[in-house]
């Protein structure tokens, strides 16, 4: 066993190269739980709880109303050269921190533990409880989302009238996600050796009315609780052939449709059966959308005081986030956090210190009710 690394928490700009120079791959997220563990048991205001790499911090102030903060700790994989230790560039308010999980999404896990230790001392009670979700397995397939674990272990750890996510927004509020949904669409054919071919049946050749639907396909822009989603339909992957004498025999294009709350799951599923009609189409990933929710009160509150501060216009988010699965368990969420969307998973991440403190400082006078 080691001792976890231990995080500074006198400098936000601190605690967020801490945390990414923690390196949390996915699956290797255990060093940076220890860490955030270890941290938050050492706020006596705080009730912790350890779910395999997932963290829960809980005040209990007996307030009637509670607010989750949740956020992922995993990356995706760094890049070669790797780009990090973090690097800090420029001076003053001008400074921007550069680094895998920057933006996606450290710099929110960086706002979420500055604002676990300060809110609940003597001098500093939110008006709300608090409730903290660090968990791993968000970048990979659904099913080993730490979130959803923590669903089925302990829901109660869960429960909030309210929750806000720390992906990246460049501090502007995002309501709700699109969905994603991945199907694996197939054709069979026959094999034969390429030098009698007349035998065979190409199922790659057979694939290619397939490819003509997608590239056809005129992706919608939907407009929900006044937000505007604009979906994508899009082959992301074909695999077909054995050897370079073969007529293939299989093909399989992998298409990867992004929708707007105004569909279910269900109803994205049956969109695509529906294109792909006459192919055998299997569903190999989903995750549902979830509709932006900011006609909430909860909701309403936050929005005055972070656009007070920042003076942004909620937005629609576009990528997939776990807003989606709070939206599952009835509880309003949104998006709120530094760094830009678009660098998220990009080799050039990287986050203004500026929007750090501003995120921070809109959560804490929205949760202290100032
Ligand atoms: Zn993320």
């Excluded at 299997?282 to 509150?301: C, I, K, N, Q």
């Excluded at 997939?320 to 939206?327: E, I, N, P």
């Amino acid at each position: 066993m080691f001792d976890p690394v231990e995080i500074p928490t006198s400098d936000l700009v601190d605690v967020l190269a801490a945390v990414c120079d923690i390196e949390s791959v996915s699956g290797d997220e255990e060093a940076l739980a220890d860490a955030v563990e270890a941290l938050l048991r050492g706020q006596p205001h705080l009730e912790v709880t350890r779910d395999g790499d997932a963290v829960v911090a809980r005040t209990l102030l007996g307030r009637d109303r509670r607010v989750v903060l949740a956020g992922h700790l995993d990356t995706v994989p760094l890049t070669d050269p790797p780009n990090l230790p973090t690097r800090l560039e420029g001076t003053g308010d001008d400074r921007v921190l550069w680094g895998r999980g920057t933006v996606d999404m450290k710099a929110g896990i960086a706002v979420m533990l500055a604002l676990a230790v300060e809110l609940g001392r003597p001098g500093s009670e939110p008006v709300v409880d608090l409730t903290y979700v660090f968990y791993d397995h968000e970048e990979v397939e659904a099913s080993k989302s730490g979130l959803g674990r923590l669903a089925r272990n302990h829901p109660e750890l869960l429960a909030g009238d309210f929750a806000v996510l720390g992906e990246p927004t460049a501090a502007d509020i995002e309501g709700g996600c699109q969905g994603t949904i991945r199907v694996d669409v197939r054709t069979r054919g026959v094999a034969a050796h390429s030098a009698r071919s007349w035998r065979g049946e190409n199922a790659i050749h057979a694939a290619a009315p397939i490819l003509a639907r997608l590239a056809a396909y005129e992706a919608a822009e939907v407009g929900v609780d006044g937000l505007v989603y604009r979906e994508g339909m899009n082959a992301v992957g074909i695999r077909g052939g054995i050897a370079g004498n073969v007529v293939p025999d299989a093909c399989t294009v992998t298409v990867n449709y992004r929708f707007a709350p105004s569909r279910t799951l269900a109803e994205a599923e049956a969109h695509l059966r529906e294109l792909f009609d006459g192919y055998e189409v299997t569903v190999t990933d989903s995750s549902p959308a979830a509709r932006p929710g900011l006609d909430d009160p909860l909701a309403a509150e936050f929005a005055a005081a972070v656009l007070a501060l920042t003076g942004g216009v909620p937005k629609p988010k576009f990528g997939w986030t776990d807003v989606a699965r709070f939206a599952e368990l009835g509880i309003p969420a949104v998006n709120f956090a530094p760094g830009d969307p678009s660098l998220a998973h990009a080799d050039d991440e990287r986050v203004p210190v500026r929007e750090l403190a501003m995120c921070r400082d809109a959560l804490r006078t929205w949760l202290r009710g100032q």
